[in-house]
């Protein structure tokens, strides 16, 4: 069992940065990939960003490609996502998971554990 915890969400004029942090706890953390999701009301979650398990390799959504870095430090079972140049679509609640598997999967249901979210508010 993993236990995932965001925190870092808040309120945020466009064009400002925020860095989200992801504790994990529990089974060993540095054998999964990970990634970041959002989520809107109405909207399924859709895919931000994805790390394998040892960081070396990264993946992004187009939409955030260039604005956003997801990174991990495994010795501190925390993931991380640097977010700069907020726009207000970036305005969702953010999740992270752990998918027990080595290479990075943009699909939800490969993620088996989840954080409870983080809410990310820009604003124009």
């Known amino acids: 069992q993993v236990q995932l915890v965001e925190s870092g969400g808040g309120l945020v004029q466009t064009g400002g940065s925020l860095r989200l942090s992801c504790a994990a706890s529990?089974?060993?953390?540095?054998?999964?990939?990970m990634g970041w999701f959002r989520q809107t009301p109405g909207k399924e979650r859709e895919f931000v960003a994805g790390?394998?398990?040892?960081?070396?390799?990264?993946y992004y959504a187009d939409s955030v490609k260039g604005r956003f870095t997801i990174s991990r430090d495994n010795a501190k079972n925390t993931m991380y996502l640097q977010m700069n140049s907020l726009k207000p679509e970036d305005t969702a609640v953010y999740y992270c998971?752990?998918?027990?598997?080595?290479?990075?999967?943009?699909?939800?249901?490969?993620?088996?554990?989840w954080g409870q979210g983080t809410q990310v508010t820009v604003s124009s």
């Open positions: 998971a752990a998918a027990p598997q080595i290479a990075i999967t943009t699909m939800t249901s490969k993620y088996v554990w």
């Open positions: 529990g089974r060993t953390f540095s054998t999964y990939a």
């Open positions: 790390i394998t398990w040892s960081g070396g390799n990264t």
